[in-house]
């Protein structure tokens, strides 16, 4: 499966910003996927995941309650929604792809990777 993230961009604080991830293929239903970020001088981090079907997300603590992810299987199409983003959001934003029910929080689970998308948010 081949990953293209995309909606980044610069938001002020408090503000919303939707990230999507497109996914190619005919078995995307079949995949869990993830989103993970990177800020700079820092290791990648995980966000949050859905299972396969959607029945499944969990999140970081740092975005709980103000991140939201869906999917949608017949448009192949993962969704970050941010809201209430705050400076320390600002990171690369990646999706990633395991073909597989549970998502795992684990980068080192995912075998497929997007080319990411930045997010800032300004003060």
Known sequence: VQLQASGGG???AGGSLRL???ASGRTFSSYSMGWFRQAPGKEREFVGAVSSIGGIRYYADSVKGRFTISRDNDKNMVYLQMSS???????VYYCAALQDYYPPRAQGGYDYWGQGTQVTVSS
């Open 85 to 91: 983003l705050k400076p320390e959001d600002t990171a």
């Open 10 to 12: 610069l938001v002020q």
């Open 20 to 22: 999507s991830c497109a």
